[in-house]
């Protein structure tokens, strides 16, 4: 079971980063996904998940209208994405992809990746 995480990086504000995660060894396809992130001295928050059938997602307040979380099921692996525009330096944080069944912020998830670190510069 691996969920690789990647596409972090070091962008000025107001740039853009697109993360993807990979994820395989089990079904991930019929899995709920997400992204959370973790700043510095802070908690682990939300930003993003969608629905395995992709009929449902939900975003941190933070990441709405900057932030767009996608994905795609191929046969043994599930692809997830997070576009993020206009980025600021608050938004600097470690960036976790999960899986899990319910896509809710709060569901239990099952699966965490490893993170990509996003640094953004003032």
């Known amino acids: 079971v691996q969920l690789q995480a990647s596409g972090g990086g070091l962008v000025q504000a107001g740039g853009s980063l697109r993360l993807s995660c990979a994820a395989s060894g089990r079904t991930f396809s019929s899995y709920d996904m997400g992204w959370f992130r973790q700043a510095p001295g802070k908690e682990r928050e939300f930003v993003a998940t969608r629905s395995w059938r992709g009929d449902g997602t939900y975003y941190a307040d933070s990441a709405k209208g900057r932030f767009t979380i996608s994905r795609d099921n191929a046969k043994n692996t599930a692809y997830l994405y997070l576009q993020m525009n206009s980025l600021k330096p608050e938004d600097t944080a470690v960036y976790y992809c999960?899986?899990?069944?319910?896509?809710?912020?709060?569901?239990?998830?099952?699966?965490w990746g490893q993170g990509t670190q996003v640094t953004v510069s003032s």
């Open positions: 999960v899986a899990g069944r319910g896509y809710a912020p709060k569901t239990a998830w099952s699966y």
